[in-house]
């Protein structure tokens, strides 16, 4: 039982601080502000690569206790919720760029006219 309290104790406290980060970030995305959402994902990517860094070491000791195997699957469940959130942001945003900035269409014919326009049709005029 000595090595399962080791892991226990080697392992709550980067679980416990991946879940303050995604705390955090969930707090940030639900106030929408970019700047705490930018501040928020480099912690948690920091604290979501030291729990899996310790993680691994652990595993490698022997088994990991059922509850912190339990609550790593829940912070990954989040972080991925929180990806799907931003991907959707994400589309939304780029869905309001295009209805508000159309792309132009390409001139018919350049301002140059006809002269112009074989210079890049790779055809020739005699």
């Known amino acids: 039982m000595q090595a399962l309290e080791r892991a226990t104790q080697s392992l709550e406290r980067p679980l416990a601080i991946l879940e303050s980060a995604l705390t955090a970030m969930s707090e940030a995305l639900r106030e929408r502000d970019a700047s705490r959402i930018e501040s928020a994902a480099s912690e948690l990517h920091r604290a979501l690569a030291g729990a899996v ?49 159309p792309a132009q269409a390409p001139d018919v014919y350049a301002a140059g006219g006809l002269a112009d326009r074989s210079a890049h049709s790779g055809s020739t005029h005699a």
């Open 53 to 101: 860094d310790q993680f691994g070491r652990c595993t490698r000791q022997g088994p990991i206790p059922a509850p912190l195997r339990r609550r790593l699957m829940a912070a990954g469940a989040q972080v991925a919720a929180q990806r799907e959130i931003l991907a959707r942001a994400t589309a939304s945003l780029d869905r309001a760029i295009d209805v508000l900035l």
